[in-house]
């Protein structure tokens, strides 16, 4: 792994600045209470932040290493969106970082239980990728817009305003950091053969061996894709259905159960994983980490580059309401060490593209880079973010280079203007 020496990483935080500062400042730059600057880093060893997320986000070993950096604590604790959006809103003193999901916004950000990044205290917000900062594709043609795009929910006015700019302004919901384009995991071991379409999901052939994700703003939208794939039916917008859409979505699923096509419907990462590893499943929902997981442990899964292209999604940290003063100031420090590479780095081993790619390209090796970004064959053995073994010299990244899979998003991540409905007709299929 390439580290940023400590000049580097002096350079690009505040808290390098407010040092190397110290003997002729006054005062904190940006501060109108903290006193002078030494003061500063004496106080920040105490601060805690408390981090809520994702557990494929909010992971133990990245919250060590800032923490080592920075010299303050970060706490990490898992939870699912769905729990964190409500612990956002009812119990919003108890969280310091959000990491949500672009689609959450939607839910929570017009609570005001947030105030909004300051982009002009990221220092690597411009070279943050077009796809989160601008709703770019990489020609500068649209994206794709089934589903919420995050660039729609990325901009407010300023603080106290809880709703969403149409254009960029000089403050974000949150500060984009990790995304990826989602698909299907199979086990090409037991298929045997090509799977190029997402209809291959409902496919007889895979009677019993099939799962879904039971989380139903993600679940149903993989199985539109499927549905459309196979020509059944197509969606105005797969990401905010109509009520007879949906209608038809569901009923189609119930007839799927009541004719076995599925073996589970899972939840977590680890029955995810478990899963497949065990073959009990051959083709499902799947996340990048839980295929990078079972490769891992030595078997043929493969994240599925289909035709009909992927399912979009986005993260970044949202900043609770509640923090002031040093605490705040603590905040913006691990915002922007989070984009100066090493996350950028250890999140890519495990599949994911991290919004200012140019950091942590520098944090990779050639061998990685290649891998993981540009879509070539591997040099030598390519290793997850724990150092175990996930592809062998010679394999090339499911779906190809990173321009490949998220230039080709079909829809992304979203609430359906019909969620209420859609959530009680999910749960009458699942319990069918």
Known sequence: MIDMNDEDSARLTRRGFLKTSAATAGVAAGSGILGAPMIWAQNIKDVTLNQVGPSYSVIADIAEKASADLGFRIVPQTADSTSLMT??????????????EFWAMQKVWRSGKLQPVEIAKIANWSKMTPLMREGKNFDGSELSRQGTMPFEVMYTGGPGDTSFAAEATDYATTMPTIYNADTVGIRSD??????????????????????????????????????EAMGEITYGDKGNMTRDEIDHTITRLIELKKADQFRAFWSTFDESVNLMAAGEVVIQSMWSPAVTAVKSRGLECVYQGLKEGYRGWGLG?????????LKREAAYEYLNWYLTGWQGAFIARQGYYSSVPETALANLTPNEVGYWYEGKPATEDILDPYGAVMDKAGAVRDGGSFQDR?????????????????VQRWNEFISA
């Open 190 to 227: 037991l298929i045997g053969r090509p799977v190029e379409s997402w209809a291959e999901l409902f496919n007889p052939e895979f009677k019993g061996k099939t799962a879904l994700v039971n989380i139903p703003q993600i679940g149903i939208m993989d199985a539109a894709m499927a549905l």
């Open 317 to 325: 940290m949202g900043l609770m309401g509640h923090l002031e003063g």
């Open 406 to 422: 998220m230039g080709n998003v079909a829809c992304w991540n979203t609430v359906m203007d019909e969620e209420r409905y859609m």
């Open 87 to 100: 612990k956002v809103v009812s119990q919003p003193e108890t969280i310091d970082i959000a990491d949500l």
